[in-house]
Nanobody, 122 residues
């Protein structure tokens, strides 16, 4: 059974950094495209970052470029989202997702975690 579990969220101040971790089981992680999504209250869920199975191809939403870094450790079935210079508008529930396909294509992602809350205060 596929399972994705996010961890690392919390309440931080503007300008702080947070690293989210996604631990995956029940899927062939080595070949899995992994994405990080977020959903703020009243807004649609958006793809923040995506990484191919080899880490060769990476996508970032314009709103996070230069501040967020996605990475993965295939030996540990784990993916990460390093978030620096956080802003109040980054406040959202962050979801880890996996699938087979292009890392920038939202339809790629067919397996989802339950999400972790990140709240950035002023």
């Amino acid at each position: 059974q596929a399972r994705l579990v996010e961890s690392g969220g919390g309440l931080v101040q503007a300008g702080d950094s947070v690293r989210l971790t996604c631990t995956v089981s029940g899927l062939g992680f080595r070949w899995l495209t992994v994405g990080w999504f977020r959903q703020a209250p009243g807004k649609e869920r958006e793809l923040v970052a995506g990484i191919s199975w080899s880490s060769e191809y990476i996508y970032y939403a314009n709103s996070v470029k230069g501040r967020f870094t996605v990475s993965r450790d295939n030996a540990k079935n784990t993916a990460f989202l390093q978030m620096n210079s956080l802003k109040p508008e980054d406040t959202a529930i962050y979801f880890c997702a996996g699938g087979s396909g292009y890392h920038y294509d939202t339809s790629t992602y067919t397996h989802w975690g339950q999400g972790t809350q990140v709240t950035v205060s002023t």
